[in-house]
C-alpha cells in the first residue's frame, strides 16, 4: 500500500510560515537545511551572498576555474560541472549572473577543446550552452546584450 503525497501549496505553506512565531519559524528554517544539501545552499545564497551579486558570479567562475584545473576533464567532469552551476544559478535567478558564468565556462572549454580531442558530448554541452546564453541575452536590458554579445564573439561558434 503506498500513500498519497500530500504536499501543501505553496501559498497554503505561505500562510502557516507568516503564523509562526519567529523562534519557530527559525527551527524550521534550520530544521531544513540539516534535511537536504539543496536547501542548506539556497539558504547560504539568500543569507550570505545575495547581497552582492556581482562578487557571487565572480566566486562561480572562480569555482569553475578550480575545477577545471584540479581535475583531469572527461565529459563526466563537464556534465558534472554544467549540473553544480546550473544548480547555482536557480538559486540567483539573476539574468546578468548566468550569462556571465556561462560565458565563462563556454570559455573555459573553448580552451581546453585544442588541446582535447574533440567530441560529439564535449560539442553537445558547449552548444547547449550556447543556446541558453542566446536566450538569456535575449531578456536583459538592450545595453547589456550588447556587451554580452560582444564577450560572446571570440567564442567559437561550435566545437566541431
Excluded at 500530500?6 to 534550520?30: I, R, W
Excluded at 584540479?70 to 563526466?76: L, N
Excluded at 574533440?118 to 550588447?146: F, G, M, W
Aim: hydrophobic share 35%; net charge positive; aromatic share 6%.
Amino acid at each position: 500500500m503506498t500513500i498519497p503525497r500530500q504536499t501543501a501549496s505553496l501559498s497554503e505553506l505561505k500562510k502557516a510560515l507568516v503564523q509562526l512565531p519567529h523562534d519557530e519559524l527559525l527551527d524550521v528554517c534550520v530544521r531544513m537545511t540539516k534535511f537536504k544539501i539543496d536547501n542548506k545552499e539556497l539558504l547560504t545564497y539568500l543569507l550570505l551572498k545575495s547581497h552582492d551579486e556581482q562578487a557571487y558570479a565572480e566566486g562561480l567562475c572562480d569555482e569553475i576555474d578550480r575545477q577545471f584545473r584540479q581535475q583531469p576533464i572527461h565529459e563526466r567532469t563537464l556534465r558534472k560541472i554544467v549540473r553544480w552551476m546550473d544548480r547555482c544559478l536557480r538559486f540567483s535567478g539573476n539574468k546578468e549572473t548566468e550569462l556571465q558564468v556561462r560565458i565563462h565556462f563556454c570559455r573555459c572549454v573553448a580552451d581546453i577543446a585544442p588541446k582535447k580531442k574533440r567530441c560529439r558530448v564535449t560539442a553537445n554541452l558547449y552548444a547547449t550552452q550556447r543556446s541558453k546564453i542566446e536566450k538569456a541575452i535575449d531578456k536583459v536590458h538592450p545595453d547589456l546584450q550588447y556587451d554580452f554579445r560582444r564577450e560572446m564573439a571570440p567564442l567559437p561558434a561550435s566545437l566541431r
